[in-house]
């Protein structure tokens, strides 16, 4: 059974950082992608950073130069250093691992940005 949970969540200040981490078990095909989804009251699910198909990176323009993706040479787990938060940064923030033809999802974590 595909497990992918996300930790690191939290209430921080503006200006303050924090790392999301995202772990993925029971995966038993490669890994294709994965990434960062994040979803704010009111709003539609969207893409914060991701690793692609095809090897590069994508950065939401909201968020390049401040938060930064990372994983480890597995590719199961999945870090987002946030850095410089601002409150529109405000969201329950997901993990997507999509392998096997599958898009796995984690049940989120809450970032709160205080101004």
């Known amino acids: 059974q595909v497990q992918v949970v996300e930790s690191g969540g939290g209430l921080v200040q503006a200006g303050g950082s924090l790392r999301l981490s995202c772990a993925a078990s029971?995966?038993?095909?490669?890994?294709?992608?994965s990434g960062w989804y994040r979803q704010a009251p009111g709003k539609q699910r969207e893409l914060v950073a991701g690793?692609?198909?095809?090897?590069?990176?994508n950065i939401a323009e909201s968020v390049k130069g401040r938060f930064t993706i990372s994983r480890d040479n597995a590719g199961n787990t999945v870090y987002l250093q946030m850095n410089s938060l601002k409150p529109e940064d405000t969201a329950v923030y997901y993990c997507?691992?999509?392998?096997?033809?599958?898009?796995?999802w984690g049940q989120g974590t809450q970032v709160t940005v205080s101004s």
């Open positions: 997507n691992i999509f392998s096997g033809g599958e898009n796995f």
């Open positions: 690793f692609s198909v095809f090897g590069g990176t």
């Open positions: 029971g995966i038993t095909s490669s890994i294709i992608a």
